[in-house]
């Protein structure tokens, strides 16, 4: 039995997913999320009347069974967490686990797919990241979107006599709670664990003899090749340390970040992302700022991959921040294809942040976000405000036009006579 607040580990995890890989039926879905926790779950189902956001029969008969746990608890009740290192490495150890074979769905149509039942077969969906500043509204539609995504999935696979098994999961939660009447040592060790995950290592450092000239993170470093290979970097960039800088260059005026793999994935014999950054002085701004030119793919020193580069720059004292990169529309900093080899490749990156000049003590700089201050409900607040101050203004100007009589009729005397000029 698992008490309230346990985190539940990689080799736990093991455990629990163990009958997925022993039943009959062979064929996993993992749906990965960026963030996820069950209180979007059993919040959103609720808060919104008859726009719940999990109408499909599976997600129906989980939120149906987790809400009758928590509506026949006779107390409050705090179910356990995944940590989150476990479910980071969780498409790896799937893979590692059987013979499976891999399949990456990027264009959320099955009806052409090629599924042989006779062997074990894994199908990833990467689905629609959430980005923290979303409203909880907002989070609805979205949800929305990615749970008919997932009912349109199943019921193909269905239609088709397909067996199998699903895993709806994320990286990271997307809400973490904090009980203040809970004892202090339990508060302070989940707090101690939350600060822990948030950082869990460091940014990867490219140094120019004892000074540090580039600096590099990411919480998640993840390339589709071809619309079928999935290959996750991060563990291999930040944590092993398996990427090779060695040819990274640095100066005052254009710095190179290059990361080397070596047999990233089966398939791929060698890997080179390149990350070029320039610093200029721009006269309208009376500074030098930093700027992400381009990204660079080369697989197997052969097949060259270019991409150019949305609103990623900076002041050139500062770092750039941003939370999510990528070749998606819907991210904030855009990486745009700018050949046709560039086509092949899907990049996401989330929580970037580099700063490739003026580093100083080994740390990043003060963080530029792509999120502007002006953000959309300042905008809308604006607005809203001088409307208003229009109306009150334009009000007090007619008041104050207003003018009373100066003479008035006296009932035992004459008539007044008022002429038309006045």
């Known amino acids: 039995v698992l008490h309230e ?7 736990e995890l093991t455990t629990f997913l163990q009958p997925a890989f022993t039943q009959n039926s062979k064929n996993l879905i993992l749906f990965l999320q960026d963030t996820l926790s069950i209180d979007d779950f059993t919040y959103l189902s609720e808060s919104y009347g008859n726009k719940n956001p999990f109408q499909n029969q599976i997600n129906k008969l989980f939120i149906n069974s987790l809400q009758g746990i928590l509506q026949s608890s006779p107390s409050s009740l705090v179910l356990p967490a995944v940590d989150c290192k476990a479910t980071k490495n969780l498409l790896s150890f799937l893979q590692e686990s059987g013979d499976w074979k891999l399949t990456n769905i990027t264009n959320l149509d099955v009806s052409q797919l090629e599924v042989n039942t006779s062997k074990p077969n894994l199908l990833v969906v990467q689905l629609q990241p959430l980005p923290s500043q979303f409203t909880e509204f907002v989070k609805l539609y979205m949800f929305l979107f990615i749970d008919k995504i997932i009912g349109r999935l199943t019921m ?10 699903v895993i709806y999961t994320a990286v990271r939660p997307s809400r973490i709670s904090r009980r203040t009447d809970v004892m202090w040592e339990l508060r302070r060790q989940l707090m101690a664990t939350e600060e822990e995950d948030s950082s869990s290592y460091p940014p990867l450092a490219v140094t120019t003899g004892n000074d540090t000239c580039i600096l590099f993170y990411a919480s998640n470093f993840s390339l589709i ?3 079928s290979v999935s290959i996750d970097l ?8 398996n990427a090779d800088t060695s040819s990274s260059e640095c100066s005052s005026i254009n710095t190179t970040l290059s990361l080397k793999y070596a047999n990233p994935v089966n398939g791929i014999s060698s890997l080179e992302i390149r990350f070029l950054m320039s610093n200029k002085f721009y006269g309208a701004s009376a500074r030098n700022w930093s700027t992400l030119d381009s990204v660079e793919i080369v697989q197997d020193g052969e097949k060259f991959a270019k991409f150019n580069v949305s609103v990623i720059s900076a002041p050139a004292e500062y770092s750039f921040h941003c939370q999510l990169v990528g070749t998606s529309n819907v991210y904030p900093a855009r990486l745009i294809p700018s050949n046709n080899e560039a086509k092949n490749w899907d990049v996401f990156i989330s929580r970037l942040q580099i700063q490739g000049f003026n580093i100083e003590n ?27 101050l229009w109306i009150l203004t334009y009000g007090i100007h007619m008041i104050m036009q207003l003018t009373t009589n ?10 007044l006579s008022v002429p038309q000029t006045e």
């Not at 193909?156 to 098994?165: K, M, P, W």
């Not at 100066?406 to 008539?415: E, Q």
Request: glycine share 10%; hydrophobic share 35%; with cysteine.
């Open 5 to 11: 607040g346990h985190i539940v580990s990689a080799q």
């Open 156 to 165: 193909d696979l269905q239609e088709r006599g397909i067996h199998f098994s």
């Open 225 to 227: 090749a071809n619309n």
């Open 234 to 241: 991060t563990n291999a960039t930040f944590v092993t340390r």
């Open 362 to 388: 080994n740390q990043f700089s003060y963080a530029s976000d792509c999120t502007g201050f002006f953000t959309p409900g300042i905008w809308m607040g604006l607005v809203t405000s001088i409307i208003l």
């Open 406 to 415: 100066n003479r008035f009729d006296d009932p035992k005397g004459p008539a």
